[in-house]
């Protein structure tokens, strides 16, 4: 597999499985647009690029905040100033908060969600489409498990994700006639520092607890999830579109899920989906006297997704 003379922009290239997904990139000799808000993890991203034989000139490192739709147009444009073109598109960066329904202001973080987590991987979609119709390239969407089937707590989160993978499949549709292809990756318990987001300090700490409740037992590498990254963008999937792949170490197959609110008290919701009764059980459950305890009462009586 080869990206040699391939132009790829990857959102939330400083993150865990973005800056994984670059240096991904540099390695089959890609040329990169690296997209993030933090600075420096960029230039960490920049330089692991480079030990891995990347060359200088053909890695633009982007930081701008995604949230902003003007500063969303400077990376298509720039990206073909300096490379004349454009053959991948990985929408990755997002961000994700602690809301439900029961919060008074669940709303509060919608806009910040739903601007990093969908609006702009629609637009800069939008904005590639007429080179990705040129170079008959692609556009990889990061999603998650949480847009199949919810995650507790993480209201805003699981529905952007659900819309960009629905998008995906929409914009699949639109773009095979053109030979452009859309799909999407879902993962979950990759070992990064996204959970920090979500109250989590300890991230080694949280992979001890979490990687047995899992049925593989094990967390996912960054590195995992960029090979599969690559594989989705290279011409070896020339006939896949509108597909979305799961990298979650079994969770969906009903493993069980943590209750982040309380990781840290070692105290945690064990649900077991069960097979026969199509429905959530509850196992074990840390105070029973939360506030989560009440809504996962509600969510128990409510069907499998
Ligand atoms: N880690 C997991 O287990 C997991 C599970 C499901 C889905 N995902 C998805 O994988 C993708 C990558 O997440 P990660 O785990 O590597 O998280 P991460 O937090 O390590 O990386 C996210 C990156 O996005 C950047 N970002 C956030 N807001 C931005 C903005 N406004 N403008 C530009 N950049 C911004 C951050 O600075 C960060 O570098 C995300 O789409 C996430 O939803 C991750």
Known sequence: MS????????????????????????????????????????QNTFEKCCSKGAVFENIRINQLDLSNEETVNCVISETVTAFSKIDVLINNAAISSKHNIFYEDFLEKYDATFNINLKAPMLLTHLAV?????????????????GIRPLPDLLLYNSSKAALRHFTK????ELAPKGVRVNSIAPAAVKTDMVKLLGVTDVKEFEKRRAPLLPLKRMIDCEEV?????????????????????????HLLG??????????????????????????????????????????????????Q
């Open 170 to 173: 929409c914009v699949a549709l």
């Open 3 to 42: 990206f040699e003379g391939k132009v790829v922009i990857i959102t939330g290239a400083g993150g865990g499985i973005g800056s994984a997904t670059a240096v991904g990139f540099a390695e089959l000799g890609a040329k990169l647009c690296l997209v993030d808000v933090n600075q420096q993890a960029l």
């Open 226 to 250: 960029a090979e599969l990254i690559t594989f989705l963008a290279s011409d070896k999937a020339a006939s896949i579109t509108g597909a979305e792949y799961v990298i979650d170490a079994g």
């Open 130 to 146: 007429p080179h990705l119709i040129k170079t008959k390239g692609n556009v990889i969407n990061i999603t998650s498990v949480g």
């Open 255 to 304: 493993g069980t899920t943590p209750d982040y609110t309380s990781f840290q008290k070692i105290t945690y919701l064990e649900l077991y989906q069960s097979q026969q009764h199509h429905q959530y059980q509850l196992l074990e459950l840390g105070p029973p006297q939360t506030h989560l305890g009440l809504q996962l009462h509600h969510w128990l009586q409510a069907p499998l």
